[in-house]
């Protein structure tokens, strides 16, 4: 039942979006070790047979070396996994020259004009649009037509965590999308138009802390599912019968 699995890799960070959960952004500047690396991908491995995905995410972990980069991406490959990064997409050069060492790689636009520069590597790119403030019936539309040619589009519609209220507040938006037919996975509902994936919350239930479908490995060497607590949990050991 594991959904995929999240590597922090460093909480340093080149960004400040208003829809960051990072409540350690730059507060440190440790960068994750291979061999926690290896072990926990070990524990799990003990767990599952699947295939599946190790997603590298900070902070912003497009601002470790290459060569870090190269080795963590063949540990997971040896453990039998499929490599991932999600980057903001600023260092986009450095986004370019590391693809070859990942299976797929998600890039969250906020300026169009950064959708031909990753046109190289469109085939393995999952291209995100995030459905903040900013978003409107406009831009969404320029969206869905300039990144067509992406191996896949995402558009996480995203909320106050305490009210639960969407930050986008265009009508024109909302009122496509609530045409889509919705389904739920977790605490989130997804609809798909086309090849454009869109997720929303659930007005009561969903919860951006704790994930427990996502095990988590922090820069610290702890594992958890968790957020904004770091410490150690070895919780798949404890309750996986259970998730
Ligand atoms: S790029 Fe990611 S970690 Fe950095 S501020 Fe934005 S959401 Fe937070």
């Known amino acids: 039942m594991i959904d995929h ?10 960004q400040s979006c ?76 450095k986004a370019i020259k590391i693809a070859p060492f990942f299976d797929t ?37 320029e969206f869905m037509e300039e990144t067509k040619d992406f191996y896949r589009q995402s558009v996480p519609m995203y909320f106050n965590p305490q009210t639960f209220e969407e930050l986008c507040e265009d009508r024109y938006v909302w009122d496509f999308l609530d045409s889509l037919s919705w389904k739920r996975d977790g605490s989130y509902k997804y609809a798909f138009y086309g090849k454009i994936r869109f997720k929303k919350c659930i007005p009561g239930e969903t919860n951006i802390i704790d994930e427990p479908k996502i095990p988590k490995l922090y820069p610290n060497g702890n594992y958890n599912c968790n957020w904004q607590d770091e410490t150690m949990n070895n919780y798949l050991n404890l309750s996986y019968q259970n998730i």
């Open 5 to 14: 699995i999240d590597i922090v890799t460093t909480h340093q960070c080149n």
């Open 18 to 93: 208003n829809y960051c959960i990072d409540p350690f952004r730059n507060t440190s500047k440790k960068i994750i070790d291979i061999e926690k690396v290896a072990e926990f991908l070990a524990s799990i491995r003990e767990k599952t047979e699947e295939k599946l995905t190790v997603l590298l995410l900070g902070g912003e972990p497009t601002l470790l070396s290459k060569q870090k980069l190269k080795q963590l991406t063949n540990t997971i490959h040896e453990y039998g996994f499929r490599a991932s990064i999600s980057t903001n997409g600023q260092l986009w050069r």
């Open 105 to 141: 790689i998600q890039v969250t636009i906020d300026d169009f004009d950064q959708i031909p520069l990753l046109y190289d590597i469109k085939d393995k790119v999952n291209v995100k649009m995030p459905g903040d403030e900013y978003m409107n019936w406009q831009r969404l539309t």
